[in-house]
């Protein structure tokens, strides 16, 4: 990108950039932001950074083409930019770990976005498109899997492996009703039971296959 300015412009090329990875970096700056913006990527993994609010909603108001977006070990002020109106329609989400995530903020992030403008009608929630909910580490509970479950009917893959110790053997019953849930984690969920999970199996059995690749480890069998 150093060798002159046709060089710089055809290395910013959004073909070569789908994918940006500034994680762990300990200062997201100015720079960075404007560089990401010139490059596009359709994947951009932020994971542990300071990110700002201010910061992030600057971002994905200028990047509608990302369909990937992991947050993991960010905060929930940060995060809090995707309740908006410029959030993308992802079909990948991480906020594995993310601090004061909880049942709330869950609910704040699948409501239709409060900043539409004027004629904008379209009350569903920005993040419908997912289909793959990475929540590992969450202080969350069964009412959150409901409100995840009605608002991403296209819902393929979830993670709630890991501390998510509020989620108990009922959420299992919410999954009946996603057609499109092919994986669901929830190993080490200590209120989740191996004889529930087998129930569902069991029960999904008439309709879908599923089978236990691990302990708690949910899978559609092909």
């Known amino acids: 990108m150093r060798v002159c300015r046709t060089w710089n412009r055809w290395c910013?090329?959004?073909?070569?950039?789908?994918?940006?990875?500034?994680?762990?970096?300990?200062?997201?700056?100015?720079?960075?932001?404007?560089?990401?913006i010139r490059r596009q990527p359709i994947m951009l993994d932020l994971s542990w950074t300071n990110i700002s609010k201010k910061?992030?909603?600057?971002?994905?108001?200028?990047?509608?083409?990302?369909?990937?977006?992991?947050?993991?070990g960010c905060s929930w002020a940060a995060v809090s930019a995707l309740c908006t109106s410029s959030c993308p329609l992802l079909r990948s989400l991480d906020l594995q770990w993310v601090e004061g995530l909880r049942d709330t903020q869950i609910?704040?992030?699948?409501?239709?976005?409060?900043?539409?403008?004027?004629?904008?009608?379209d009350t569903r929630s920005k993040l419908r498109n997912v289909l793959d909910l990475r929540l590992s580490g969450l202080d969350i509970t069964d009412v959150s899997l409901r409100l995840i479950i009605k608002n991403m009917p296209l819902l393929k893959h979830l993670d709630l492996s890991y501390l998510c110790n509020r989620i108990t053997d009922q959420s299992l019953?919410?999954?009946?009703?996603?057609?499109?849930?092919?994986?669901?984690?929830?190993?080490?969920?200590?209120?989740?039971?191996?004889?529930?999970?087998?129930?569902?199996?069991?029960?999904?059995?008439?309709?879908?296959s599923f089978g236990l690749k691990e302990e708690k480890l949910l899978q559609k069998l092909s």
Not at 16 to 23: A, G, R
Not at 55 to 72: D, M, T
Not at 107 to 121: C, E, F, I, V
């Open 12 to 36: 910013c090329d959004k073909h070569l950039w789908t994918k940006i990875n500034v994680s762990r970096c300990k200062s997201i700056t100015p720079l960075m932001l404007s560089g990401i």
């Open 55 to 72: 910061q992030l909603s600057w971002l994905i108001n200028r990047l509608p083409g990302l369909r990937v977006l992991i947050l993991s």
């Open 107 to 121: 609910k704040d992030l699948l409501s239709p976005p409060t900043d539409n403008r004027p004629g904008q009608m």
């Open 173 to 208: 019953s919410y999954f009946k009703r996603c057609a499109s849930i092919c994986r669901i984690d929830l190993r080490f969920c200590k209120q989740v039971s191996r004889q529930a999970c087998e129930r569902f199996i069991a029960e999904m059995s008439v309709s879908v």
